[in-house]
């Protein structure tokens, strides 16, 4: 019995020191320290944290002046994407849209918008609309099918 007691002690704990990190590096985030937000946050991203994998794709992205490693905050954002975190969902369809050459990725713009719109994003329907007239239909009607697919991505 005692030995369960110390295993419960260490795991809250751990989830303890694990929201201090959280709350540390969102911190340095919303403050501009992005190497003291790195350090803080990849651990939890790396370990499964949605909110701490999107806040890594958005230093990538967003917070740099570098724009130069796409593939690296695509990957953040798909992380946190594929659990349900509804920004990373559109800010992943946003990047799809600017990798090159951009109609290749088509269908995936779409498909995370998509998911996005189920996820209550405002701004998705209005995308979702522009991209339905601009896509070749088949490239449109793909990303909705890979969308419907895996609609475990849409709460």
């Known amino acids: 019995m005692r030995l ?28 501009g320290d992005y190497q003291t937000a790195y350090n803080q946050l990849l651990p939890l991203a790396e370990a499964g ?25 695509i990957k953040w954002y798909k992380m946190a994407a594929e659990q349900n975190h509804m920004k990373a969902q559109h800010n992943l369809a946003r990047l799809y849209a600017s990798k090159k050459p951009s109609l290749e990725y088509g269908h995936l713009m779409v498909k995370w918008l998509y ?19 601009e896509l070749p239909k088949k490239m449109y009607e793909r990303g909705i099918k890979e969308a419907i697919k895996v609609d475990k991505y849409i709460n």
């Open 49 to 73: 944290d949605a909110e701490s994998q999107f806040l890594m794709g958005n230093m990538i992205h967003v917070s740099r002046e570098d724009r130069s490693n796409i593939d690296e905050a």
């Open 4 to 31: 369960i007691n110390i295993i419960i002690a260490v795991i809250l704990f751990m989830g303890n020191a694990a929201f201090a990190d959280y709350k540390a590096g969102k911190a340095a985030y919303d403050a």
């Open 115 to 133: 998911i996005a719109e189920k996820n209550n994003d405002p701004e998705a329907k209005k995308a979702l609309q522009f991209l339905k007239k």
